[in-house]
């Protein structure tokens, strides 16, 4: 079991970054797998970026060359760095860990505008 939440959200212009942390409640050392998903009003909940155990990294198309996702073992902490950023990037994010099921945090807003 895993308590996540998210922080860094906000307003920012097209063109601008943001950085989006996500805290563990207890080592993520051993989770196979975490990530970012987002949701924007009226579509799906879609996967953004994840990062397995061994480094590994999946994007989704849309962000690819704009996201990075980074994961901190020591601070049990994972990371999503924005940029370059879109008004099709406005959506609630969510950080997520995989253990025997998905784990979700209570999400952030990100709101880009034009």
């Known amino acids: 079991q895993v308590q996540l939440v998210e922080s860094g959200g906000g307003l920012v212009q097209a063109g601008g970054s943001l950085r989006l942390s996500c805290a563990a409640s207890?080592?993520?050392?051993?989770?196979?797998?975490m990530g970012w998903y987002r949701q924007a009003p009226g579509k799906q909940r879609e996967l953004v970026a994840t990062?397995?155990?061994?480094?590994?990294?999946t994007y989704a198309d849309s962000v690819k060359g704009r996201f990075t996702i980074s994961r901190d073992n020591a601070k049990n902490a994972v990371y999503l760095q924005m940029n370059s950023l879109k008004p099709e990037d406005t959506a609630v994010y969510y950080c997520n860990a995989a253990l025997n099921r998905n784990y979700w945090g209570q999400g952030t807003q990100v709101t880009v505008s034009s």
């Open positions: 207890r080592s993520i050392f051993s989770i196979n797998a």
């Open positions: 990062m397995a155990r061994s480094g590994s990294t």
